[in-house]
């Protein structure tokens, strides 16, 4: 079981940043993938950005950019800071862990996921 603990997020001006944390506490497989999802009012979940024990790093097109995510595996805690945040950018954030049974992405993998923080970007 993996445990995780968010922070960040909040009311914020358009063009302005907001820097999202995110813990990770329990069994952590030395090959996995953390990252953060989103959820816009009435629209359905989506990746923001993601970075594997390795490095790779993805992000959404839309956050290119703006968005840089890192992490700290001394720590076992994911970043996200958003920059030139726009109103489009307003949703639930859910931090996200992937732990993977094998040393490959390729291998079976468990989700865990943290409760969700509110960003909210006003124009």
């Known amino acids: 079981q993996v445990q995780l603990v968010e922070s960040g997020g909040g009311l914020v001006q358009a063009g302005g940043s907001l820097r999202l944390s995110c813990a990770a506490s329990?069994?952590?497989?030395?090959?996995?993938?953390m990252g953060w999802y989103r959820q816009p009012p009435r629209k359905q979940r989506e990746l923001v950005a993601i970075?594997?024990?390795?490095?790779?790093?993805n992000y959404l097109e839309s956050v290119k950019g703006r968005f840089t995510i890192s992490r700290d595996n001394a720590k076992n805690t994911v970043y996200l800071q958003m920059n030139s945040l726009k109103p489009e950018d307003t949703a639930v954030y859910f931090c996200?862990?992937?732990?993977?049974?094998?040393?490959?992405?390729?291998?079976?993998?468990?989700?865990?996921w943290g409760q969700g923080t509110q960003v909210t970007v006003s124009s």
């Open positions: 996200s862990f992937r732990n993977y049974y094998g040393s490959s992405v390729r291998s079976s993998y468990s989700d865990y």
């Open positions: 970075i594997t024990s390795g490095g790779d790093i």
């Open positions: 329990g069994i952590i497989a030395s090959t996995n993938a």
